[in-house]
């Protein structure tokens, strides 16, 4: 079935950089743009990034621009988002979702595929 | 990238109709037709409910519909459900070529 499964989270402290890790399967992943999502402990969504179809293309929020990059590798079909120089409000589950269009018009039709989420704790 | 905004809560009686307001800028929801919207249980990874303002996904209920009136987005909900209780949080294209997610709404079904 179509799915996606981070992995990489854990308890990390300030300044370190991790990387996490979104594992795809079920469909046809170098055609599909792939975005994260962040959603800190009671609080709400906050989109992080998004890397096109083909890796050519990426765009950040402000809030994690310089810090996080975003990579992906369609032999293995996996998304990957270093994330350096970690602080306290990084603290969240981190989902990898897949965009519902496929090709170039990535970013217009929203999010329709997503895994469970990975936990990434930044704490001393 | 300012958040959109959203009621903190919505509540309704089961078979009631309910409405979700969600409003933006000119630089997200009022310049695009590239608004969608989200459902999320507790412990749980968010549902696609509704993109491009108006447009449901093959699976949702159409008791789920969608609109947009200049920088204003709003979900309904009708013939509300007590499986329909959960956050709901819309999210909007920008002119940033990001996306930015709205405050969210927590909806009780009484």
């Known amino acids: 079935q179509v799915q996606l499964v981070e992995s990489g989270g854990g308890v990390v402290q300030p300044g370190r950089s991790p990387r996490l890790s979104c594992a795809a399967s079920g469909f046809t992943f170098s055609s599909y743009a792939i975005h994260w999502v962040r959603q800190a402990p009671g609080k709400g969504l906050e989109w992080v990034a998004i890397?096109?179809?083909?890796?050519?293309?990426?765009y950040y929020a402000d809030s994690v621009q310089g810090r996080f990059n975003i990579s992906r590798d369609n032999s293995k079909n996996t998304v990957y988002l270093q994330m350096n120089g970690l602080r306290a409000d990084d603290t969240a589950v981190y989902y990898c979702?897949?965009?519902?269009?496929?090709?170039?018009?990535?970013?217009?039709?929203?999010?329709?595929?997503w895994g469970q989420g990975t936990t990434v704790t930044v704490s001393s | 990238q300012s958040a959109l905004t959203q009621p903190a809560s919505v509540s309704g009686s089961p078979g009631q109709s309910i409405t979700i307001s969600c409003t933006g800028t000119r630089s997200d929801v009022g310049g695009y037709n590239y608004v969608s919207w989200y459902q999320q249980h507790p412990g749980k990874a968010p549902k696609l409910m509704i993109f491009h303002v108006s447009n449901r996904p093959s699976g949702v209920s159409n008791r789920f519909s969608g609109s947009k009136s200049d920088n204003t987005a709003s979900l309904t909900i009708s013939g509300l459900q007590a499986g329909d209780e959960a956050d709901y949080y819309c999210s909007s294209f920008t002119t940033s070529s990001t996306r930015v997610f709205g405050t969210g709404t927590k909806v009780t079904v009484l």
């Open positions: 979702a897949r965009d519902r269009a496929t090709g170039t018009h990535f970013l217009l039709f929203g999010m329709d595929v």
């Open positions: 890397i096109s179809y083909d890796g050519n293309n990426k």
